[in-house]
């Protein structure tokens, strides 16, 4: 089996040192207020070229090192889990499933097996006596307001604990469950318990319910970056995630009892915040939060969550991060995921399955793409099934399947793959199902329609249409005057035909719910347009240059089946359209029903606050805001869009 280089932390410290051995990491001594001010030198250190540097906060009002974007990065993510390269990790499981499904007929296979079976043994979680270093300080009177704990944006309901490691466990099995949900601070000894409806945590919290029983709940802040990363992974229900750290460090998690319920934590952890939700309480009113989505997802009503007792390490650091409009340092854990969770995906639901990409713009469930290799016709759209049924893939809203003949690491010769092969009229389907809770442009909350793109090589059962291929001889300029005479076009981008990407990006306002479809009428009478497969409707105020930005928007702001449509050919031997309209949804303009949520950005007295400060934080040329690209998305300050 592959040997992972891997030293298992025993807290947060060792791993703050090996950051600042591998000059990872810069130490902030001036004062920052954790009050908006960190999240905004983060949001411009975690967009930085390659994710920046991690960040350890040292003076924040409190008595507590903050932590943050440890994981901003291939590298420091690698480093977090041990290993060279995020590969290995992926290439190690596959290796694992191979030898656990070897058959072993005789007597020597079996003997040989005992050795793996050992090793797995000593990554299973185990309760140990005593008390851990985690809990070498106990406050008297549990106070979360002595914690460096973030407001990251401006219209954020409060302070949030943004990386709790929540462990719940299930009142009929027993089993325990280690999630990440965000926790809301309402004061000292209170929070609420931001867990969606398709969470294990929520489950349990149902069960808890039913049988009219407080629900014991704890969080683990810091410790092993294993335990952090594990609370996040897509793991089958009923799998302890303490058995993957085990795997990732390569030391069994000793775990410690709890001082005022009976649940288990790491023993080497920095911080556990102790407590209960009463099921029968009222729930509380949370948020809104400048979410993961590079919006704000709003306010609706979660569990209380009492905090019965803080303990913490004597050298205990607070880990934290943001999360907002891509890419941030969550773009990160979900490349460890995209490495870490290919092979068992291959191996266990989709054999075919060679490779997988989670593009940071997409923020993780709005787009994927995956490569397979091909042998009967039917197979994308089989993949694509599989996949809207596979976890947290459920989630997914547009999913593109490509073939081995495919490169989908380069994006850009994947955009000219794609516009050249893709038939609109043949190769995209729709479906629908469950949506993320924090999707806020399906029409129904939690529920809304699937986009599916299949661009592997077509067999001849599967060819009902000829396809004329996309040219990229197009007179931009000229159509460029053309398309800036349609009424309601305030912008055009025709660069992708200039690289042979058969698509155009349009900055529209739209006055009505028929706007959209009388503009592209328009463009369809100009000649050029009429080659081109992919016309994009965005808000006139996007840089529609900038393309992750374009592809961040898009993928959030579209219910497939509702804002996409595919316009046949006009005359026999052109191309089919796909049209997307990506703006934003208003009830007055397009009938939608639920309020939309604003952009995330950072208010312009922060940015000039932090502006000021820079010269004196040490972090090197001066970095402007990147919330200053997105602030005229806005509608109004606060969180709903005006």
Not at 112 to 140: D, H, T
Not at 271 to 283: D, H, M, R, T
Request: aromatic share 8%; proline share 6%.
């Amino acid at each position: 089996m592959l040997k992972l280089n891997k030293m298992a932390f025993q807290g947060l410290r060792d791993f703050i040192e090996l950051l600042e051995n591998k000059g990872e990491l810069i130490r902030v001594s001036i004062p920052v207020n954790p009050e908006l001010e960190i999240t905004e030198i983060v949001d411009r250190i975690s967009k930085s070229e390659g994710g920046g540097k991690a960040l350890l906060f040292e003076n924040n009002g409190t008595d507590f090192p903050l932590l943050i974007n440890a994981f901003g990065s291939e590298k420091r993510i690698a480093l977090a889990l041990g290993c060279e390269n995020l590969e290995s990790i992926g290439a190690e499981i596959e290796s694992l499933f191979k030898k656990l499904a070897m058959p072993r007929i005789g007597f020597l296979d079996k003997i040989k097996f005992l050795p793996l079976l050992s090793q797995m043994a000593g990554w299973m979680p185990k309760p140990i006596s005593g008390r851990g270093k985690c809990q070498e300080v106990v406050m008297k009177d549990p106070d979360l307001l002595k914690l460096p704990i973030l407001k990251c944006w401006p219209a954020d309901g409060g302070r949030f604990i943004t990386l709790p490691c929540v462990v719940t466990r299930d009142p009929e099995t027993g089993l325990r469950n280690v999630g990440m949900y965000r926790m809301q601070v309402f004061g000292a000894d209170l929070t609420g318990m931001h867990w969606h409806k398709h969470k294990t945590g929520a489950r349990h919290f149902a069960g808890y319910k039913e049988k009219a029983m407080k629900m014991p709940v704890s969080v683990v802040i810091g410790g092993d970056p294993a335990y952090t990363y594990a609370a996040t992974a897509p793991l089958p229900d009923n799998i302890d995630e303490y058995l993957l750290a085990g795997f990732l460090r390569k030391k069994k998690v000793e775990l410690v009892k709890c001082l005022t319920n009976d649940l288990e934590v790491p023993g080497d952890a920095d911080f556990i915040i102790e407590g209960y939700i009463n099921p029968q309480e009222e729930l509380v009113r949370e948020g809104p939060f400048g979410d993961h989505t590079g919006f704000y997802s709003l306010a609706d009503w979660y569990p209380r969550f009492h905090v019965t007792c803080i303990t913490y390490r004597k050298d205990a650091v607070y880990h934290a991060t943001i999360v907002g409009i891509p890419p941030q340092e969550d773009a990160w854990i979900g490349r460890a995921t995209e490495r870490i969770f290919l092979a068992p995906m291959k191996m266990t639901l989709i054999p075919e399955l060679k490779d997988m990409k989670l593009p940071p713009a997409g923020v993780a469930h709005n787009l994927t793409i995956v490569k397979i290799e091909k042998t009967y016709a039917g197979q994308g759209p089989k993949v694509m099934n599989a996949m809207w049924g596979a976890g947290q893939m459920m989630f997914n809203k547009i999913l593109i399947v490509a073939d081995q003949t495919t490169d989908i690491q380069d994006y850009e010769a994947f955009a000219r793959y794609l516009s050249k092969s893709v038939n609109p009229l043949q190769d995209i389907c729709f479906s629908q199902g469950p949506m993320d809770v924090l999707d806020h442009s399906s029409s129904c909350f939690s529920y809304g329609s699937k986009l599916g793109i299949d661009v592997t090589s077509k067999f001849k059962e599967e060819l009902d249409v000829a396809e004329k291929y996309f040219e990229s001889k197009i007179d931009t300029d000229n159509c460029g005057r053309k398309i800036s005479g349609i009424s309601g076009v305030l912008s055009s981008n025709l660069t992708l035909v200039e690289k042979g990407i058969s698509a155009v990006i349009l900055g529209i306002l739209k006055s009505d719910s028929k706007t959209v479809n009388e503009i592209t009428g328009n463009l369809l009478n100009i000649n050029e347009i009429r080659g081109v497969k992919l016309i994009v409707f965005v808000d006139p105020e996007l840089n529609i240059y900038d393309l992750d930005a374009v592809c961040w928007y898009v993928s959030g702001n579209i219910d497939p089946r509702r804002d996409c449509r595919i316009v046949p050919p006009v005359q026999k031997d052109e191309v089919a359209h796909f049209v997307m309209d990506g703006t934003r949804k208003s009830n007055e303009v397009d009938g939608f029903k639920r309020e939309w949520p604003n952009p995330v950005v950072s208010s312009p007295k922060t940015i000039t606050r932090i502006d000021e400060l820079w010269p004196t934080i040490g972090l090197g040329s001066f970095i402007p805001s990147p919330s200053l690209k997105y602030a005229s998305l806005q509608r109004g300050g606060e969180a709903v869009s005006q």
